[in-house]
């Protein structure tokens, strides 16, 4: 099987702050991985460094994509080649609607024209399988909505942009039972419609439990310094990161 994403030896951080240290990560199509660590260990800024965010800088080490080298690339680049990221605390966009962002979004991703009836269709079933309400749809992205309903819009951008891979950088922070259940119903079917491979970082373990992930990653000051099948998750749960530091 091809690899779908390979970290090789990265070396980057911001300014002249080294944050991750020779890392490697190999994720192939349709897998689930799972990072955890303590607080400050790096696992926002691995993120953010596959994305392209321009804030982080890579001082050596390649990241390929698809086996292209997009380590270099823009983080409009790479979005547009299937790679996608939520966020802990997504942003509010005044002067756009949600519906407006994603067919905008989709159009640039695919080079084509969108059909709206159809895209309309599309977009009202995954509302419905998220619990949100018609009316967010005409709302200014993510102005005035609550963190539950912030994290909806960003599944409801992962079903409707189809991405080969998602990150997920807390997508559970702040979520009650119910709301960490109905993102967890998007994201599974996100990964059965799209085969799409997860990196999900996460501190917590409630949204895990109907994903079943296939590796585990422990990281730590900027090394992943354990991996593991989903057990390792139990172990954390148990005993915490102290052995690790």
């Known amino acids: 099987m091809n690899s779908l994403l390979e970290v090789k030896k990265i070396n980057a951080g911001i300014e002249d702050k080294q944050l991750l240290h020779d890392l490697n990560l190999t994720i192939n199509p ?5 990072l955890m ?3 400050g260990a790096g696992k926002s800024s691995l993120g953010n ?3 392209g965010n321009p804030v982080y800088k890579v001082s050596s080490g390649n990241i390929l994509f698809n086996g ?3 380590t270099n690339e823009g983080t409009d680049v790479r979005a547009k080649k299937g790679l996608f990221m939520s966020f802990q605390n997504p942003i509010e966009i005044p002067g756009i609607s949600l519906e407006t962002f994603i067919r905008s979004s989709l159009q640039q991703k695919t080079g084509e024209h969108v ?3 159809q895209f309309q269709k599309e977009l009202k079933s995954y509302m419905e399988l998220l619990n949100m309400d018609a009316s967010y749809a005409t709302r200014d992205l993510n102005v005035g909505f609550s963190g539950g309903e912030r994290k909806k819009s960003e599944i ?3 079903l409707m942009l189809k991405p080969s891979l998602a990150i997920l950088d807390e997508t559970d922070s702040g979520l009650d039972v119910d709301a960490v259940r109905v993102v967890s119903k998007g994201i599974k079917t996100y990964q059965e419609q799209q085969n799409g491979a997860l990196l999900i970082i996460t501190h917590s373990t409630k949204i895990l439990e109907s994903l079943k992930p296939d590796f585990t990653h422990i990281l730590v000051k900027g090394h992943i310094v354990k991996t593991g099948d989903s057990s390792l998750i139990s172990e954390i749960n148990q005993k915490g990161f102290e052995e690790f530091l």
């Open 37 to 39: 660590g303590p607080n």
């Open 115 to 117: 059909k709206l009836f």
């Open 156 to 158: 409801l951008q992962l």
């Open 30 to 34: 349709g897998e689930t991985h799972v």
């Open 49 to 51: 460094t596959i994305m």
């Open 68 to 70: 292209e080298d997009i």
